[in-house]
């Protein structure tokens, strides 16, 4: 069950593991547009949609929200994913390209959960020195904040919002889930997360034989269990306890018991409800 949007404070919070990096130039948008998995050309000044960077094999490095600020300066929010780490990697890539990345350590993600002010949507809203995201969606409203200032710290609303996150559809991938899976089989569709319609990027060959071909056979759903279970973790159907049906991708205690997880799962068996994760074949990792 997804979270009483009613519930806790609206109070701004601190955000932690979001870090920004900045892509300012004059190519800064046809840098984005050949290395990125999403259609950044078309996106207009004061948008921001979620995109993402792959492996030439398809696989997901980062997933990011990227705001166009102006014709020439985008900004990456990375949840989970250190800025100054993936600018080094992204600036291999860079040539002779004019453009400057950078990460923006002076710059802080806050959450509250309540509508926006002003944003809308895909539209953000500049609000004196801060940027204001419409981050909500079924489970209720949320609102992201970029700021100079930090709020404080909450632990309990911090990790509603990875909850909230969770149930949206957005996986938060932890170090070991990196370059693991295909933006489909993250379900990454929903968030409309990525393209098969644009130009050439890194992996886009796998991600539109993926599309066209049917050669799809995993696809993450959003399930609950009784029991807790751990990022990484295999899931088994009773019938066979040797080869697993799915893998979690992200997990999470209930609010109202139980745990609620994202498992990568061969589509044959996203209508099982007897799914469960077995003990003795668990790999034992802490959940977030």
Request: charged share 20%.
């Amino acid at each position: 069950m997804p979270d009483n949007p009613q519930a806790g404070s609206a109070q701004e919070f601190r955000l932690p593991g979001h870090d920004l990096l900045s892509i300012a130039g004059r190519d800064a948008t046809a840098f984005a547009q050949a290395q990125f998995m999403n259609e950044v050309a078309a996106l207009p000044v004061g948008h921001w949609q979620w995109n993402g960077w792959l492996t030439p094999k398809g696989r997901v490095i980062a997933l990011f929200a990227l705001l166009k600020r102006d014709a020439e300066t985008l900004w990456l929010l990375l949840p989970d994913t250190d800025a100054t780490d993936l600018a080094a990697k992204l600036q291999r890539y860079v040539f002779r390209s004019k453009l400057v990345l950078a990460a923006r350590d002076d710059l802080h993600a806050n959450g509250r959960f309540a509508a926006p002010a002003q944003a809308s949507g895909a539209t953000f809203a500049v609000d004196g020195d801060a940027l204001e995201l419409d981050f909500g969606g079924d489970g209720g409203p949320r609102t992201m904040r970029i700021s100079p200032s930090a709020a404080n710290a909450d632990a309990a609303s911090a990790a509603r919002w990875r909850r909230f996150d969770l149930q949206h559809g957005l996986p938060r991938l932890r170090d070991d889930q990196i370059e693991a899976w295909t933006p489909q089989q993250l379900s990454l569709e929903r968030l409309r997360a990525f393209s098969v319609k644009k130009g050439c990027y890194p992996g886009q060959e796998i991600v539109a034989r993926s599309q066209f071909r049917g050669t799809l056979k995993r696809r993450t759903y959003l399930v609950h269990a009784s029991q807790a279970l751990a990022v990484g973790q295999e899931v088994f159907s009773p019938e066979d306890l040797e080869q697993s049906t799915g893998t979690v991708v992200q997990a999470a205690a209930a609010p109202a018991g139980g745990w609620d997880a994202l498992v990568s799962m061969q589509i044959a068996s996203s209508e099982r409800s007897d799914l469960f994760a077995h003990p003795a074949l668990a790999e034992g990792q802490s959940a977030d």
